[in-house]
């Protein structure tokens, strides 16, 4: 059974950082893409940024530079590394896996974490 769990979430002030992680069980190859989605209140769930089994990373252009991800197959987890964090980056973060790596579009992807919480406070 597939499960995602993030991790790494909280409340920070306007220019700090947060480093959230997700931990993947029940995946038997490497060769699957991983993602960052967010979803603000009200909004639509969004891709932030998605990384394929070569390490081939793709950025939405609202955190390209403050933003950072990476993964590390041997233990099948996912990181986010947010710099610079501003109001309009709160949401609740998820970790998702697809077969596909095409496309930062949620229905894309297979899998889903349960979420995390990150706010940021001005």
């Known amino acids: 059974q597939v499960q995602l769990v993030e991790s790494g979430g909280g409340s920070v002030q306007v220019g700090e950082s947060l480093r959230l992680s997700c931990v993947a069980s029940?995946?038997?190859?490497?060769?699957?893409?991983m993602a960052w989605f967010r979803q603000a209140p009200g909004k639509e769930r969004e891709g932030v940024a998605k990384i394929n089994g070569f390490a081939v990373t793709t950025y939405a252009d609202s955190v390209k530079g403050r933003f950072a991800i990476s993964r590390d197959n041997a233990k099948t987890t996912l990181s986010l590394q947010m710099n610079s964090l501003k109001p309009e980056d709160t949401a609740v973060y998820y970790c998702?896996?697809?077969?596909?790596?095409?496309?930062?579009?949620?229905?894309?992807?297979?899998?889903w974490g349960q979420g995390t919480q990150v706010t940021v406070s001005s």
């Open positions: 998702a896996v697809g077969y596909s790596c095409l496309s930062m579009r949620s229905y894309d992807y297979n899998y």
């Open positions: 029940g995946f038997t190859e490497s060769q699957y893409c």
